[in-house]
């Protein structure tokens, strides 16, 4: 079946097939569709950029996903892990220049240390930013009190992904040698 990029972007929905073509589209019918989606970006969210300010503040992790590159048995890293003044200085520069929120992410990593260095910083955020400054976290598996903790301190975004909701390929790419599970993180996510 041959189809007409034109006639597909007036629909509302589109068919799998169609997807697929618009998205082999090239030439005059690519300009077609960014110019259809930049019309719509403007109808739902106008002429406007918001600024979100992502501090990847360390890249230590006690975890082997295979996919990634900071996984802990990847031995060509050099790991950093910021200090608090740093962090800080970074939020404030977003705050300074109006962003809308910052997130803070690392390597996944659970201890006291981390719970309470956490809290602190979120707390320091929020009386230098006077609370303007949305705070997204992004650090992984943690117990049901210490997000309830940090989400008190602040942070009301959680970011946390599930790379597949297929049980059997989602522990072929985390080794469960290091209590990666299944069930653990559907449960943290329920839990968020
Ligand atoms: S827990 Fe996150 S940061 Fe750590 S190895 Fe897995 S994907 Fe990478």
């Not at 940090?150 to 599930?162: I, Q, S, T």
């Amino acid at each position: 079946m041959k189809y007409i990029i034109k006639d597909i972007l007036e629909r509302e929905n589109y068919s799998k097939e169609e997807i697929i073509c618009l998205l082999k589209s090239q030439g005059e019918d690519r300009t077609l569709l960014f110019r259809k989606s930049a019309e719509i970006k403007e109808k739902y969210i106008g002429r406007k950029v918001w600024f979100r300010g992502l501090i990847e503040f360390s890249n230590i992790c006690g975890k082997d996903c295979l996919y990634c590159g900071i996984r802990k048995g990847n031995k060509n890293l050099r790991r950093y892990n910021l200090s608090d003044d740093e962090i800080l200085e970074a939020a404030k520069f977003a705050y300074v220049n109006r962003y809308g929120s910052i997130a803070l992410q690392s390597g996944e990593l659970e201890s006291q240390f981390v719970t309470d260095r956490i809290e602190n910083l979120l707390h320091r955020i929020k009386v230098m930013s006077n609370g303007e400054l949305g705070i997204t976290l992004s650090l992984g598996e943690q117990e049901p009190d210490v997000y309830k903790r940090w989400f008190e301190a602040g942070a009301h975004r959680y970011l946390l992904r599930v790379e597949s909701t297929n049980k059997a390929l989602y522990n072929k790419i985390h080794p469960n040698d290091d209590h990666h599970s299944f069930s653990k993180r559907l449960e943290c996510l329920r839990i968020l």
